[in-house]
């Protein structure tokens, strides 16, 4: 019986001593980690292609920052070009296509779409990079 009542009270000296440590905001369970603030974000834009425009036809932008644009074209198939990020993708018709790419250069960088359409050649914009 002796042995048991020590064991229980070592038990309970070495929990007690662990939920002190436990900072009082923290539920037990929960795994507070710190990782410092994020040097990265990711922005998304939704464009809508119309009638020979892009809406909107400029986007800013950090530079580092993960840029998602939502594109729907809706009255033609056309595509994106952004090759100073390496962006060349077909926008069908009715569909929404999702494009990512990192903008890890600053500067102003044009966009538009390379397909030859009669009375859509000022089909561009621009992405600002700060």
Do not use: W
């Not at 009270?9 to 009082?24: E, M, N, R, Y």
């Not at 539920?27 to 809508?48: A, R, Y």
């Not at 069908?92 to 030859?116: N, Q, R, T, Y």
């Amino acid at each position: 019986m002796k042995y048991i009542t020590a064991i229980l009270l070592i038990a309970v000296v070495a929990f007690s001593g662990c939920a002190a440590q436990q900072p009082a905001d923290e539920q037990p369970g929960e795994i507070s980690v710190d990782i410092g603030p994020s040097e990265t974000e990711v922005k998304t834009f939704q464009i809508l292609l119309t009638t020979g425009h892009f809406i909107p036809d400029s986007i800013e932008v950090d530079k580092g920052d993960t840029v998602r644009l939502l594109i729907r074209s809706i009255d033609a198939d056309h595509d994106i070009a952004i090759p100073d990020f390496g962006v060349n993708e077909l926008l069908p018709e009715g569909a929404e296509v999702e494009i990512e790419f990192v903008a890890d250069k600053k500067g102003e960088f044009p966009f538009h779409c390379s397909l030859m359409c009669a009375g859509f050649e000022d089909l561009s914009g621009t992405i600002i990079v700060n």
